[in-house]
């Protein structure tokens, strides 16, 4: 059975630092495309970050600079350190999972998502 879960989310000051995990079981994890998706209250969903199998990685504007997506294959796990956070940050967090990127980036027709982390950073 196919799983992503999520880990790492909570509630931090702005300016701080936390890191999101998403462990996947039941894919073959080495070969899929994993993306970082946000969605917070009112606003639509988007792309956070992503990385292709072979570690390239791509983020959305807003996050660039503060943001880290990698992974580490043998663990099964793709992670987000997310460092210097705003209140405009906080969002329930997807992981996702597909066999092509055009999935992760379009966002649709996504293989796999995580269940999601909250993230919560005051003022």
């Known amino acids: 059975q196919v799983q992503l879960v999520e880990s790492g989310g909570g509630l931090v000051q702005a300016g701080g630092s936390l890191r999101l995990s998403c462990a996947a079981s039941?894919?073959?994890?080495?070969?899929?495309?994993m993306g970082w998706y946000r969605q917070a209250p009112g606003k639509q969903r988007e792309l956070v970050a992503d990385i292709t199998p072979g570690g390239f990685t791509n983020y959305a504007d807003s996050v660039k600079g503060r943001f880290t997506i990698f992974r580490d294959n043998a663990k099964n796990t793709v992670y987000l350190q997310m460092n210097s956070l705003k209140p405009e940050d906080t969002a329930v967090y997807y992981c996702a999972a597909d066999l092509y990127r055009r999935s992760i980036v379009r966002g649709t027709n996504i293989d796999y998502w995580g269940q999601g982390t909250q993230v919560t950073v005051s003022s």
């Open positions: 039941g894919i073959i994890f080495s070969t899929k495309y």
